[in-house]
């Protein structure tokens, strides 16, 4: 009925519409709300005590092994999608589904590995 | 040109699509309603009961209208760019997955009429992307409001999210494997006679669990943690600000519901004899759709009341050591059962 293209211009339609909206709201909002004087208002919530230091800090090392994961995993995984549409009725089913299980044994390999090395155990 | 064309030019079915926007708003505040009520009948609690009569029902209504006429608050440490975004992404991510999610079908004859904003190619993946943005989101909030405890929340936020991420998409090629498509569309259709719940369990469970932990609902949730981090991503939010957020994520427990039905439950599908009634038959597939996610809302509200919340260790093992194997081995069997359809009711 269409191409490609067109069925993303609902896409675009719908981008701009997200990004106006809150705009909009928070005007109304500005215009309506109540605007108090006090100044203690600004400071960051914690529970009512002065807040020492920046919150911004550094985490634990451990963690960035969870994101290395993620995304391996993430990006191998994405390549079974594109397979999963072909792999029936184009007379390659045999090469197609060998094909990805190999590549799902060598997925399986490196998530035993990170297992093994304590990846992905949570640190305390 | 017939009016099937002009409903599906991309121009006029993205406006009027806007509609749907609307209406899924409307659903979410329903769903907020839902979860205040039926979770003070589980506590024995009588909850909302003013507003609109005796069972509160316009209560989100006045929430919103209060919301409203609240101070708008940055506290003085935030980084106003990443606070002023954050919600904007959380909600717009919403927005984006409403585009491309079939909120039922028109049934005429052999003719199935989605009721979709646009209808892609890999709107599944689509689907996917958009909705892994209200995680970036939820950082940016908790980032730049600069609070230790949004911090705590968005870090154990992004270790949730990126536990459920693989075995959900796994889980999705499970389903395509069988649609042999990635169009939400074409998958809910092939699932006419039989659910895919049926030809593969271990996948529904697994995918249930996972936009149940995607949608930070408990008894994964991460993101709010009442109980030890005030509000988590919230804290420092007030007002409206703070009400697009959290509209945010009931818009996903709305569309996680949806994306469901689509993918496991059977979407609109409905036996001939039905939709050949005249007229009410070919609307009786958008009733059995919205039914079916009601439902589903039902269970997963359930499902927050009754359970307690997961340490967040215990969220990420059952992530990556239960569910990631679990989702490849629902995988092959996929693979082996569309195959054995293949050589028996294949060419």
């Known amino acids: 009925m269409s191409g490609v293209i067109d069925s993303y211009i609902p896409v675009i339609i719908f981008l701009i519409v997200a990004l106006a909206v809150p705009p909009v709201l928070m005007f109304i909002v500005y215009n309506l709300s ?86 992905l155990k949570w640190v305390k | 040109m017939n ?7 991309p121009w006029f079915s993205g406006i009027v699509g806007l509609l749907l926007i609307g209406i899924v708003f409307v659903c979410a505040i329903l769903a907020v309603w839902l979860e205040r009520k039926f979770g003070a009948d589980i506590q024995s609690r009588i909850g909302p009961n003013r507003v609109g009569g005796r069972y509160g029902i316009l209560q989100g209504v006045a929430d919103a209208i209060k919301l409203f006429t609240k101070e708008d608050l940055i506290p003085a440490k935030a980084d106003r760019l ?31 009429y989605p009721i979709a904003a646009t209808q892609m190619d890999i709107s599944v993946i689509y689907l996917e992307a958009v909705s892994a943005l209200s995680v970036l989101g939820i950082f940016m909030a908790a980032y730049g409001s600069n609070n230790k405890y949004s911090m705590i929340a968005a870090f154990r936020n992004m270790a949730r999210m990126i536990g459920y991420e693989v075995p959900l998409g796994v889980c999705i090629i499970g389903v395509a494997v069988m649609a042999q498509s990635l169009d939400i569309v074409v998958i809910a259709k092939a699932q006419s006679p039989l659910w895919f719940v049926f030809l593969q369990p271990i996948g529904f469970v697994v995918f249930f669990i996972s936009i149940l932990a995607d949608m930070g609902r ?34 996903h427990m709305v569309l996680g519901a949806c994306l469901m039905v689509l993918l496991y439950l059977g979407g ?33 509200i359930m499902i927050r009341w009754a ?19 679990l989702s490849i081995l629902n995988l092959i069997w996929a693979v082996a059962l569309s195959l054995a359809f293949d050589m028996i009711f294949g060419a």
């Open chain 1, 34 to 119: 109540p605007r108090s004087k006090a100044k203690d208002k600004f400071t960051t919530y914690e529970c009512g005590s002065v807040p020492i230091g920046e919150a911004k800090i550094q985490f634990n090392i451990e963690y960035y092994l969870y994101a290395i994961a993620f995304v391996l995993f993430d990006v191998e995984i994405l390549f079974l999608y594109p397979w999963a549409t072909v792999y029936i009725g184009h007379g390659i089913t045999q090469v197609a589904v060998v094909e990805m299980l190999l590549f799902l044994v060598v997925v399986l390999m490196g998530y035993v590995y990170l297992w093994k090395k304590e990846a």
């Open chain 2, 3 to 9: 009016i099937v064309d002009i409903v599906y030019n």
């Open chain 2, 82 to 112: 990443l606070f002023v975004l954050a919600p904007i992404i959380v909600l717009g991510s919403g927005f984006m997955m409403i585009v491309a999610i079939p909120f039922g079908a028109i049934v005429i004859g052999d003719n199935v």
């Open chain 2, 218 to 251: 408990l008894p994964f949730d991460q993101n709010e943690a009442e109980e030890e981090l005030v509000a988590g991503w919230g804290t420092e939010y007030s007002g409206l600000r703070w009400g697009l957020g959290l509209f945010g994520e009931y818009i």
């Open chain 2, 268 to 300: 609109w599908n409905l036996p001939r004899f039905i939709t050949d009634i005249f007229v009410l038959g070919s609307l009786m597939p958008i009733f059995w759709f919205v039914g079916k996610v009601t439902i589903i809302v039902f269970i997963i």
């Open chain 2, 307 to 325: 359970l307690p919340r997961y340490r967040i260790d215990q969220v990420v093992n059952l992530g990556w050591k239960v569910l990631f194997p």
